[in-house]
């Protein structure tokens, strides 16, 4: 991994940080950007219902999203910036609150000089239909895709080690549908499952280190 590489990656928007897994910041693939988004949507409306919409009681909703939406039309905001926005029309809510309902509700992406190595900068947002690709989301189908590619670089799993790694519902009925491209794997006396294209002879890598946030 050569973090000048993935910085270049990140100017060039071929890499983007978006929410998407567990409702934290990601670096993924542009070309892979929409779909992590739209299939994790109901992670980031569940952590609305239960941690932010008790501080915005009586908002109207789509009258944020719809302003929003608009104010980041082709162009990059703070997340100061677009909280000072919202908040002139939204008066009686608080500009960080709005700034996490639009968060929640409309698919964003975060940009340079956020996720380059070595720099920082404030939280800036932009429309994320508007720097990827965009298309109809099968959701059936991609969670699939999703679960054998988890697999691939994971597992062997359990449907419950991929509800943590998505904070997804239903990764039970997910997994089921994988049919005749999973296997399952007796790991220790625990039925497992498997990509079945997974290379399972090679000796696992040892185990490392690594560094990981407070959170």
């Known amino acids: 991994f050569d973090p000048e590489t993935a910085s270049s990656l990140v100017r060039t928007g071929e890499l983007v940080r978006v929410v998407c897994m567990r409702s934290t910041i990601h670096l993924v693939h542009a070309s892979d950007a929409w779909s ?22 009586g ?13 980041l ?5 703070t997340s100061r910036e677009l909280g ?12 960080p609150d ?6 929640c509700h409309v698919p964003l992406l ?9 720099t920082t900068g404030p939280v800036a947002y ?9 298309h109809d989301v099968d959701t059936r189908a991609e969670l699939r895709e999703l679960a054998l590619r988890y697999l691939r670089a994971y597992g062997p799993a359990a449907p419950a080690d991929f509800a943590a790694w998505t904070a997804l519902r239903g990764a039970r009925e997910v997994f089921e549908s994988l049919g005749d491209d999973a296997v399952s794997v007796d790991v220790d006396g625990r039925v497992l499952v498997d990509a079945g ?3 399972r002879t090679s000796a696992p890598p040892p185990p490392t280190a690594r560094l990981l946030a407070e959170f």
Do not use: K
């Open 110 to 118: 975060q940009r340079p000089a956020r996720g380059e190595w070595g």
């Open 84 to 95: 000072r926005v919202l908040s002139e029309r939204f008066e009686d809510y608080a500009g």
């Open 98 to 103: 709005l700034v996490n309902l639009v968060r």
């Open 59 to 71: 908002v109207d909703v789509q009258a944020v999203v719809d302003r929003a939406q608009g104010v």
């Open 126 to 134: 932009a429309r994320l239909d508007q720097h990827v690709p965009v």
């Open 197 to 199: 294209d997974a290379d």
């Open 73 to 77: 039309d082709g162009t990059t905001m």
């Open 36 to 57: 992590l988004r739209s299939l994790t949507a109901p992670v980031l409306l569940r952590e609305y219902a239960a941690a932010i919409a008790r501080r915005l009681p």
